[in-house]
């Protein structure tokens, strides 16, 4: 008997898919038994785009949407030991026949014996497991419905802007782009990790802080890698089958308490949203202040209720409007409203500036290309912000 029929049996009967179980490993389940550079302090309040002023009442909350539901456990569980028994019985039948032939009843204990271990090896434990703990971390998902909207931007500028503030900070590309190092200027050296590989490429846990880019701001990150279609797909697939992947990723890395973990994912829903959204402690939503974006705050709410559930560990969602024009009429009218409808959610408000673009283009993060631009400023009294949300929950030990 194979592991994959008798998951393919008790899928047949439970008329569900593998993504919707969870698989231990007999060990695992043994175990769970048991100078130019800008700091935060510089961003001057007076200076910021003033939420408040877009906020004139207490937040509107966005429409309730269905709770995801979970396949019973307890019943897979069940079918499994009937599974057990009627394959004992059938081991057992074998030895009718060797009982006619004179065979020792020593030596059928030890057949019956050997044939229990191998249906015992055969067959899968399945458990409602125990996530890992991360709670000596703090994990910040940048996620939006739009695509272009700035997340990447936010999750490399914050990465840097936190790290500036003493923390230790890893970021974490999870878009198949692949773009997120371009912030950091880090180009493929010989012999040595590169942004071509990453976390897409390695089938097994373990061996991913060899990936590990070591960027001039003291930023760790874990590129996705440069991975070809087949290769995306079939990556695509291992997340699908373990909602938990991301999480024992986490959890292997062994970071150090109070480390940082900022999540990059592309836009809208996917399988990487699902896997953010199942760790993280914070969702930062960027959006843009235009009619696109906020049309999709709504799938985003939905999304995240959906992904990230009601884990006491995730508090909630955070707002961030990018690219505020306050010399155009409608970008600061739908600003007004965004912060109307999401009040206090609303962490910050950065406004465009040409300086983001050409850091990316020169490789750099704003905070180094443009220390005293617009765009730094917002960025770091946003990044701030982020900080004294993670200082007010009790991530973090000491408020900025
Ligand atoms: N406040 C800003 N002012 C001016 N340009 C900005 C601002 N924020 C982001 N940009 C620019 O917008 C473009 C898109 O940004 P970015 O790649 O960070 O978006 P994204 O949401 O990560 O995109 P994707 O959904 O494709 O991953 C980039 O060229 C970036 O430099
Ligand atoms: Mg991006």
Redesign the pocket.
């Known amino acids: 008997m194979s592991t994959s029929s008798d998951i393919s049996r008790l899928f047949s009967k439970f008329g569900s898919g593998p993504s919707q179980y969870q698989e231990l490993l007999k060990e695992q389940s043994q175990q769970n038994s048991l100078p130019c550079e800008p700091d935060l302090a510089q961003a001057k309040d007076s200076e910021l785009p003033s939420i408040a002023a877009y906020v004139p009442d207490s937040g509107t909350a966005l429409p309730e949407e269905s709770r995801v539901k979970y396949v019973d456990l307890k019943s897979a569980r069940n079918a499994l030991e009937v599974e057990a028994a009627s394959a004992l019985s059938r081991s057992a039948g074998m030895f009718d026949k060797a009982l006619d032939a004179g065979v020792s009843l020593r030596s059928k204990l030890d057949d019956l014996s050997q044939a229990r271990q191998r249906e015992a090896d055969a067959l899968p434990v399945f458990f409602s497991r125990p996530r890992p703990s991360l709670s000596h971390i703090s994990i910040i998902a940048v996620v939006?419905g739009k695509?272009?909207?700035?997340?990447?931007?936010v999750a490399a500028n914050f990465a840097v802007a936190l790290q500036r503030e003493g923390q230790s900070v890893l970021a974490v590309d999870l878009?198949p782009?692949n773009?997120l190092h371009h912030h950091f200027g880090l180009e493929p050296e010989a012999g040595r990790a590169s942004w071509t590989a990453g976390i897409a490429q390695v089938d097994a846990l373990g061996s991913q802080q060899e990936n590990y880019l070591h960027s001039a701001s003291g930023v760790r990150l874990l590129p996705y890698g440069a991975v070809d279609e087949s290769r995306r797909r079939a990556f695509e697939a291992q997340l699908e089958e373990d909602p938990d992947w991301l999480a024992c990723l986490l959890a292997d890395l062994q970071l150090a308490d109070g480390t940082i973990v900022i999540l990059d994912t592309?836009?809208g829903p996917s399988i990487y949203l699902r896997q953010v959204l199942a760790v993280a402690n914070l969702a930062l939503v960027?959006s843009l202040s235009d009619a696109a974006s906020y049309n999709t705050l709504p799938m985003m709410d939905s999304l995240i209720k959906t992904y990230a559930g009601d884990r006491p560990e995730f508090f909630g969602a955070s707002y961030l409007i990018?690219?505020v024009e306050r010399s155009r009429k409608l970008s600061e009218d739908i600003t007004r409203i965004m912060c109307d409808v999401l009040g206090d959610k609303v962490l910050g408000l950065?406004?465009?500036?040409?300086s983001?673009?050409e850091a990316?283009a020169y490789n750099r993060s704003v905070l180094d290309y443009d220390p005293r631009g617009l765009?730094c400023h917002d960025l770091l009294s946003s990044a701030k912000a982020v900080l004294l949300k993670l200082t007010e929950r009790g991530q973090l030990e000491q408020a900025v």
Not at 147 to 153: A, D, E, I, L, Q
Not at 350 to 354: A, E, I, L, N
């Open positions: 939006s695509g272009g909207v700035g997340k990447s931007t878009d782009q773009a592309p836009p960027v990018n690219q950065v406004r465009r500036d040409p983001i673009t990316l765009g």
